[in-house]
């Protein structure tokens, strides 16, 4: 292959653990590899984007990518990193979160193209529905022995008893030889030949690999190889994928385009240097010149904007991205106020989340509403007419980013979005009038 694909993600820092004979099976030939994604949720969020992205780039190197779905599995759920049982989701709530996930993967990744190495999407309840207990124990079970699953770390942590742990289930236990099975499955049916994940898979995945080998005894062409890349942390040890507000889904409805494009654009400097390299496609020149621009002027933040710009672009798109920087300018526009009507509300609303509030009727501003009235009386915002007296005479209240004296009064002009009035005491306090 021309695209040198596990040399390209080792500079990335998206390789973790590599089986060997990994890379030279890439180098040889186009082949197929699978990621699977566990519909626990009916989108996915952040963490997601590193699988999306390596089946991205395998696409983009020449090689198949599938992208499987667990209908079977997430049945049964995952016991990798967890510390405890995960409850059980019913069918309604399964389908609902496999539909869901297709959905966004295809955002991403073309199902429909017709070229040679055009991605595939599965979902392991096709093959796993119509298989017997008894099969499945005869056929997978008798293939691993219970010394091979229980040397797991997924395993051996959850039998520990350490960390609050209270053991394991059958149904989670038998959780690496389904996976495993999957691997077998695709192996056979789609010659797939290699399994890639987070580096909490490793153990689920070598199971694949051994299954796809025991399961085919004296068949010299069934290799299959395995990669994953590391879990994503901040710099600060915290976990990555998480904003104040929860986690940060790749769903506008769920996590607004605004606030996602926030998320990139807050990260520290040492977070930005290594989340350039791993959330977008721009080649190792471009990110090395972006890391030396910005070390000679980091208050421009020439990082944070740019990773900001590429993966909001990716998740979403670029008129997407224009919006949300255009929204985080907004407050140092010097139009402000014909710029922030051009705001829908809810963007309005992240703009400004956690912003002091106050609510009116929209009778008071039909007679005009006074300055003091709008700063104390009517709202609370300052403690007395006052101290609202004493801003207004320091030139200090704004309406709508706007210097106003003490005789100013506030009608229907100064409404924005039909509901709204912004008014600042000097350059740190912020509130907002809802009229309604």
């Known amino acids: 292959m021309a695209n040198k694909l596990v040399e390209e993600l080792r500079w990335r820092g998206m390789v973790h653990d590599i089986m060997p004979g990994t890379e030279a099976q890439l180098n040889k030939e186009m082949t197929t590899a699978y990621i699977g994604f ?22 983009k190197a020449g090689h198949k990518p599938i992208a499987l779905v667990g209908g079977a599995t997430g049945m049964i759920g995952d016991p990798s990193g967890k510390s405890d049982e995960r409850n059980l989701l019913d069918e309604a709530t ?5 539909a869901g996930i297709k959905n966004v993967l295809s955002r991403f990744l073309d199902f429909n193209a017709t070229t040679e190495n ?28 219970v010394n091979y699953m229980m040397a797991k770390d997924s395993v051996k942590k959850r039998l520990s008893g350490e960390e609050g742990n209270v053991g394991m ?27 890639m994940g987070g580096s909490d898979q490793w153990g689920n995945i070598t199971t694949g690999t051994e299954l796809v080998r025991r399961m085919n005894v004296g068949d010299e062409q069934a290799k299959a190889y395995a990669m994953t890349c590391p879990l994503i942390t901040k710099a600060d040890g915290s976990k990555f994928g998480k904003s104040e507000g929860g986690n940060v889904w790749l769903d506008a409805t769920k996590t607004s385009v605004y606030k996602f494009y926030q ?5 520290t400097d040492a977070d930005a240097e290594k989340y350039i390299k791993i959330f977008t496609f721009l080649d190792k020149e471009t990110i090395e010149s972006l890391v030396n621009e910005h070390n ?43 710029d922030i009507k051009t705001l829908d509300e809810s963007t309005f609303l992240d703009v400004f989340e956690g912003v002091p509030q106050a609510e009116l009727p929209k009778e008071d501003l039909a007679k005009g509403l006074d300055m003091i009235a709008a700063l104390s009386a ?3 915002f300052l403690n007395s007419n006052g101290e609202a007296r004493r801003a207004l005479k320091e030139n200090s209240v704004a309406v709508n980013k706007e210097k106003v004296k003490e005789d100013y009064i506030l009608s229907s002009n100064d409404v924005i979005n039909d509901s709204y009035i912004i008014i600042n005491k000097g350059k740190k306090n912020t509130y907002i009038i809802k009229l309604i």
């Open 94 to 98: 399964l389908l609902h979160n496999v």
């Open 169 to 195: 289930s059958f149904t989670e236990f038998t959780y690496q030889l389904i996976q495993g099975y999957d691997f077998y499955h695709l192996h056979k049916v789609l010659d797939c030949k290699l399994q």
């Open 118 to 145: 055009a991605p595939v999407l599965v979902n392991n309840y096709d093959w796993m529905k119509d298989f017997s207990f008894i099969d499945f124990a005869r056929d997978v079970g008798k293939r691993i022995t």
């Open 296 to 338: 000679e002027t980091p208050h421009r933040r020439v990082l944070q904007k740019r990773l900001a710009e590429e993966v909001t672009t990716f998740v979403h798109s670029k008129a997407d991205f224009e919006n949300a920087e255009k929204a985080s300018n907004i407050l140092f526009s010097k139009s402000f106020k014909d």
């Open 38 to 59: 566990d519909p626990t949720s009916d989108t996915l969020h952040i963490g997601s984007l590193v699988p999306i992205i390596l089946l991205v780039h395998l696409e």
């Open 378 to 380: 009517k709202t609370n």
């Open 263 to 267: 998320f990139w654009l807050n990260t």
